[in-house]
């Protein structure tokens, strides 16, 4: 498990990942909508007039970097500043506010919208991000959380450094979690209500599981975080109760949920897992059905198309694809690696996960190698400089290849890689035995012990 607390590597938990559903009315769905009012002036220093009209607000959403932006509101300030109306979006979440005048962009800000949540907005200009305040409940709670949050980074500076350890450590760590799940059950339904459950279960599961899996139990029928029951219970359970009991777990979440967006969710850790634990007909049929169901969702298309990749190519005990490269004059590759176990990492050496996990990896190579285990290492990285840069500050302890000894367009297509670091654990035979991507790599002592679990460490 992973966590937040900088003990562990980080989990990753954005804003925009909140996916939230829309309400209903007698059949028939209605569109979210939210007043929006305000005043924005402008400084003496740079107009004495005191007319303040003609400063536009908006709030748009925009899909991608590609496509247009949608204008959600759209009013232009009286002479006194003041603007009102009535906000209309398609789901509670982050959008972007702007201020403009005379054609030139002046300011801009990121807002919550939320269905019925009036959002007041007070600005002036210059000195826009200065002088801007937004309250709403839903901004209140935001402001709440970033309070803690503020403070919890602090204590993870501290444990990072050293400053704070062992049971100090673990003590300020449960204080945390702790204040985080207090926000969660006091700001009930806001966007900082979840973004609070999220950290507070990672905290949880890296000092106690079993109190984490209490707090999932808590949360697992609010359809909201049944994504997040089923990420964090899966790691867990997978790893003390086994895979059938797992299994049995997300099943139960699915029976629990009424929404398509979080059963969809459910029903991919369903498919990794299979995947993950070599059932891979299984995970195909998972996958079958999946496609018909959610098919037609362009967000998951790309997700899709790489767990098929791997489900055909890559699965475990498949033969990992071949590559090859000179390290010191020796050849390294598929072939000269039979009768070897090795991790293959696929990564940039640039990627900062990659290099809070390098320190982990070095640890695992040492105490492993003792039984005959390897590490190679192909960097995507497009310079040598940056490979050097690299080492320069660390030590060298296994095969890396030079950034000229490759296509990589090649090694992407082949080993399916979609997000860096990706590991492979490979077997003496050559086989695959897990596919690793990002965070997952936690989980590689496991796979490891698996392979030479029957063997004497080597002399």
Known sequence: MQSKSGLFPVLLVTAGALLL????????????????????????????????????????KKDSAQADADTLFFQVTDSTGHFSG???????????????????????????LADGDTLRIEAELPGFQQALTI???EHEALGQYRRVNQNYQRVVSFIQRGVLKGDSARTELQKFADLYWEIYENKTGTLASRMAAVDAIDIYGS?????????????QDNDQLAAVAARYGTSYLAENKGLNHTLQYLDSLQTITEDSVASMNIQQEQIKL??????????????????KRFGDNRSVKSWVEGIEYDLNYLSPGDTIPPFAFKNNGK????????????????TLLSNRLYQNQYDRTFVIHNIYKNF????????LDQSQVTIDAFFSEREKAWPVA???AFDRQSVIEKFNIRLVPTRFLVDRNGEIVRKYIGEEYQDVIQGIQTIIKTEEPAS
């Open 21 to 60: 559903s829309a309400c209903t009315f007698d059949q028939q769905q209605v569109q979210p909508s939210a007043p929006v009012m305000g005043t924005i002036t402008v400084a003496d220093s740079v107009d004495s007039s005191r007319d303040f009209s003609g400063i536009e607000v908006s709030i748009t």
């Open 86 to 112: 009535v906000a209309m979006f398609p789901e509670k979440q982050f959008y972007t506010l702007r201020i403009d005048r005379n054609q030139q962009q002046l300011g801009q800000a990121s807002v919550i």
């Open 135 to 137: 309250n709403s409940a």
């Open 207 to 219: 000092l106690d599981g079993r109190q984490m899996m209490q707090k999932l139990r808590e949360v």
């Open 274 to 291: 299979l995947y993950d634990s070599a059932r891979v007909d299984q995970a195909k049929s998972q996958l079958a059905e999946f496609k």
């Open 331 to 346: 050849l390294i590759s598929r072939d000269s690696l039979l009768g070897t176990p090795y991790i293959l990492e696929i």
């Open 372 to 379: 005959g285990l390897e590490v190679v290492t192909i960097p």
């Open 402 to 404: 030079s950034a000229e």
